[in-house]
């Protein structure tokens, strides 16, 4: 039965993807209500990043059930997930290496004219793709080749051309960021969820996984920790940050969300 469209959010039951003898999920749950900004954390081997490909197409449940604002996302592709304003990034940054910046952004917009044989790329809704680079703090590299910007500013660009696919209605949105300070220094840590968090207060529901604490204390609404393709705890950073289980078997049993220096927990990729 579908929800009505105007309070459902992300809602996931019985999620779990196997792959032969290995659970990479094992029957998760859970919701992210409208206009939130969640993290999804854990340890290496974790299974966020297939949870990520499951809610994003790229891999097909084993069992389970995904729902977008009422509407499940079974058998729907990415490209027609992003339709239903469902879009994501990557760990490592997927972007057009031999266009520029606003080019990259014009390529992808949403609704835009299809291109012709005739059409000149640069003509396509300049100024639209230009408010991206903006919101994205690239607008003075516009026309830099993507090839030559630094890496954070690839980030920004890949969410920027996330956003461009989707809906122009905001709360229609659901991104899903996986990893967006991968790779990234501290000041472009900072940057890139500065812009996350600005994303997530115009309307924009966000999940997103991540390694780098200081990316996810004083930057989510709602943790939620994965281990072994199990959600073990969910709840306020606050809360999440004092959980006996998560400190002993991911956070460390020192781990404090003062200011101080940058955490970081060691991880890799299921």
Known sequence: MNLPLTHAGLQVHGLAKHFGGVHALDGVDFEVKPGECVALIGPNGAGKSTCFACLAGQHTPTTGQVTWRGQTLQGQTPAQRQHLGVARTFQVAQTFEALTALHNIQLVLRDAA??????????????????????????????????????GAKKRLELAMALAGLPADPTSCLLLLDEPAAGLAVAERAEMMALVRQVAE????????????????????????????????????????QDPQVLKHYLGMDFKTSPGPVSSAEGGHV
């Open 202 to 241: 115009q309307g924009v529901t966000v999940l997103y996984t991540e390694h780098n604490m200081d990316a996810v204390f004083g930057v989510a609404d709602r943790v939620m920790v994965l281990m072994q393709g199990r959600l073990v705890a969910d709840g306020s950073p606050e809360r999440v940050a």
């Open 114 to 151: 299809p291109l012709s044989w005739l059409g000149r790329l640069s003509q396509r809704q300049p100024e639209r793709a230009m408010t991206l680079l903006v919101q994205a703090g690239l607008s003075a590299l516009a026309h830099a080749r993507v090839t030559d910007l630094p890496y």
